[in-house]
């Protein structure tokens, strides 16, 4: 499926918009305090292990 619009077409735009989604995430993880986040880090982890 073709990327709407082509972000190399408008990279100014495009690289705006990931900053914000950047933006978004990181004040979504620093809202989350930090043994939490660092429980939920290693747990992921222990899944991705175990997929194997």
């Known amino acids: 499926m073709a990327e ?3 972000a190399a077409e408008e990279a ?3 690289c705006r918009r990931m900053a914000r989604a950047v933006e978004y995430e990181l ?3 620093r809202a989350v ?3 939490e986040r660092l429980a939920l880090r290693t747990e ?3 899944r ?3 997929a194997l």
Request: glycine share 6%.
């Open 33 to 35: 305090p930090p043994d």
């Open 48 to 50: 991705l292990g175990s």
């Open 12 to 14: 100014p735009e495009f």
């Open 44 to 46: 992921r982890f222990r």
């Open 4 to 6: 709407l619009p082509d």
């Open 27 to 29: 004040a979504s993880l």
